[in-house]
């Protein structure tokens, strides 16, 4: 008996619909037929000749079957794809915006003949997108907002999509709570030197540590901060935008110095003296 042998398995990303088969010859007083295992809509024009037409439908997959009929029974299956390829999308480069932009255009690939683009928004809330349906088309979106935008081809025998992400953040004036002061006498008060928030901003001062202190006006930049005698201070300075806070910190030392104690010289005494003066300072 003939071993039967279906041909290699086909695959089309094209509009082929048709395609003919390789299977191998019977010998003599053997036949060949071919079946359709699975896959609707297939026709095989001669289904006892080995090299015949297959016809089948765009988007389907058919499993096909050679059998070879002699002194017994032999069989081999064939796999034949009829794919449409669809236009891999490009949703474009990722955009970000640190300023007041809450709109930006988009721009993807577009979709080749017969197939259909759309611009869908995955995560981020209050966006629009103008024309969904267009490759370039205008975003739109809400201060300090993250989006992930996804854009699809669908062709005919499916959809592939590819995703953008679109940031629109309003960036907020790097806090900076000046220098460090250190006091060794008994002042116990001083003037901070902080930065000033942009415009739209708030600014505020907070105590991280230390205790007894006070601050004169809590939002301003060079307020007056008091605190307690031999006290080490943090404290903090953030400057609050639309879209977050950001921080910075300064040590406050309010401390007296202490006279350096001198015990005067060493004495030493060889007689019978028990009593001497002490000269501290």
Excluded: H, K
Excluded at 117 to 129: A, D, F, H, L
Excluded at 141 to 168: H, K, M, N, P, R
Excluded at 188 to 204: D, R
Excluded at 216 to 243: K, Q, V
């Amino acid at each position: 008996l003939t071993v039967a042998n279906a041909g290699a398995d086909q695959t089309f990303s094209d509009n082929t619909t048709q395609t003919n088969l390789s299977a191998n010859m019977p010998s003599t007083l053997e036949t060949g037929e071919w079946t359709i295992l699975s896959g609707t809509g297939g026709t095989i024009a001669d289904p006892t000749d080995p090299e015949t037409e297959l016809t089948g439908q765009p988007c389907t997959t058919y499993a096909l079957r050679w059998t070879i009929t002699g002194c017994g029974e032999s069989t081999d299956d064939v796999y034949i794809s009829f794919n449409e390829a669809t236009t891999q999308p490009n949703a474009g480069a990722d955009i970000s915006f640190t300023d007041n932009t809450t709109q930006t255009n988009i721009a993807a690939n577009a979709p080749a003949a017969g197939e259909i683009g759309q611009w869908t928004i995955v995560s981020g809330t209050g966006g629009t997108i103008a024309n969904p349906n267009s490759s370039l088309t205008t975003f739109s979106g809400t201060s300090c907002e993250t989006y992930i935008l996804a854009w699809s081809i669908t062709g005919a025998c499916g959809a592939l999509t590819d995703q953008l992400t679109v940031s629109f953040q309003q960036q907020t004036t790097q806090a900076n709570a000046g220098s460090d002061q250190s006091f060794t006498d008994n002042t116990t008060q001083t003037t901070l030197s902080a930065n000033s928030p942009g415009v739209g901003e708030t600014g505020q001062w907070s105590i991280v540590s230390g205790t007894g202190g006070a601050i004169a006006d809590p939002n301003s930049p060079s307020t007056t901060f008091s605190g307690s005698s031999c006290e080490n201070y943090i404290l903090s300075w953030s400057i609050t935008g639309t879209c977050g806070m950001l921080t910075d910190q300064v040590a406050i030392s309010f401390q007296e110095e202490t006279t350096q104690a001198n015990a005067g010289l060493d004495q030493s005494f060889i007689d019978g003296t028990t009593q001497t003066s002490l000269a501290g300072s």
